[in-house]
């Protein structure tokens, strides 16, 4: 049971993780939709426990893709196989974001408010950036950064490829609403619970169909902020 409630936590923390993955595109490209896919997925010391080796295999299929207009983006995270789907709109020209949450079945809504009063967390956090560890991912030169976040006792690393040809206005890291990079990561790893998980760029068009903003939330039951923090846990969400 312990292992089910780890490997229901580690989505938890992977959706609040993409929270406030988003797009605003003021500069160079404009528009677009760029698919990340996990490609590493490892959990040392895991190795014999079925529950874990599972998750592990669900999670080899994880993506995450980012849909963007100069007013509106959309970033949609699957972190096991349509088990954990975590949709996260964002609307300038209303100033309104909204999360939309799959999780095993169980639909949420959550009404972040206005863009521009979303609440800020004010994480600890430090960032070291490599100019010098380059390299180009989809044509895009990209260099090495490095963060370390604390949040309420609690500590993740991880290591991005960051691209200036894309801009990106809101972080990549729940805790952080405002981005604190020049650019777009093309390529992310991050440690936490035990977990090595690896996200790398491998698409990117600058056309695509603009009804993927239009989402149905019929279906949906609606939350509020706190008690989804409270279904995580609280610090990264787990």
Do not use: C, W
Not at 128 to 141: A, N, P, T, V
Request: charged share 25%; glycine share 8%.
């Amino acid at each position: 049971m312990r292992s089910l409630n780890k490997f229901i936590g580690i989505f938890l923390a992977l959706a609040f993780f993409g929270l406030s993955t988003e797009l605003t595109a003021q500069t160079k490209i404009t528009s677009g939709h760029l698919i990340l896919q996990a490609t590493d997925v490892k959990m040392p010391g895991m190795q014999g426990n079925p529950e874990m080796e599972m998750a592990m295999e669900m999670l080899k299929d994880g993506s995450m893709e980012i849909y963007f207009t100069e007013d509106k983006s959309l970033s949609v995270h699957d972190m096991a196989a349509g088990m954990s789907v975590t949709k996260t709109l964002m609307d300038s020209q209303n100033d309104r974001g909204v999360m939309y949450m799959n999780m095993m079945g169980q639909k949420m809504k959550i009404d972040m408010g206005s863009i521009s009063e979303i609440e800020d967390y004010e994480e600890d956090y430090t960032i070291e950036i490599y100019e010098d560890d380059r390299k180009e991912i989809l044509g895009f030169d990209a260099y090495r950064v490095v963060m370390k976040v604390e949040a309420q006792g609690q500590s993740m690393e991880m290591e991005f490829y960051i691209t200036e040809q894309i801009k990106t206005m809101a972080s990549l890291v729940a805790q952080i609403p405002e981005n604190p990079f020049p650019g777009t990561a093309l390529k992310m790893s991050m440690n936490m619970m035990g977990m090595e998980l690896t996200f790398e760029a491998v698409e990117f068009n600058e056309k695509f169909d603009t009804s993927v903003f239009d989402i149905d939330d019929s279906q949906y039951r609606e939350m509020d902020m706190d008690a989804l923090q409270q279904m995580g846990g609280g610090g990264f969400g787990f």
